[in-house]
């Protein structure tokens, strides 16, 4: 697996137009693929980014770069949903964001993986 801060760094911000307000962004990426550790095959998904930004907000095409880089790695659906939150969380520092992947069927069974930060229990 390549190291989480060489994609890290491929995100890039904006001043948040209206930082005393809370209101709410939602991203859906919906050509996102990374590849199967176990069987190497491709595996094809959408990921939606749900988050209020503090001071700053993602800028859409260092995201778009950023998913892309996962194309040839290797990683299990529940680890490149957390490592994509813990880049989002170090880079964007939202006050609240939910990352959800939500991966095509594979031997009839479909999986969806939510991640929300600040955890909600």
């Not at 996962?70 to 939150?85: C, K, Q, S």
Request: with cysteine; net charge negative.
């Amino acid at each position: 697996m390549s190291d989480s801060t060489n994609f890290r760094d491929t995100l890039e911000v904006f001043d948040n137009p209206s930082p005393e307000r809370n209101f709410t962004i939602e991203h859906h990426c919906p050509e996102f693929t990374s590849v199967c550790p176990k069987t190497g095959q491709p595996d094809y998904g959408t990921v939606v980014f749900t988050y209020v930004p503090d001071k700053l907000c993602v800028e859409l095409k260092s995201l778009k770069m950023y998913l892309q880089r996962f194309r040839n790695e290797g990683i299990f659906y529940e680890a490149v949903t957390n490592r994509i939150m813990d880049d989002f969380l170090a880079i964007v520092k939202p006050r609240r964001v939910r990352i959800e992947t939500r991966w095509t069927p594979r031997g009839g069974l479909n999986s969806n993986i939510i991640v929300e930060y600040p955890d909600p229990s």
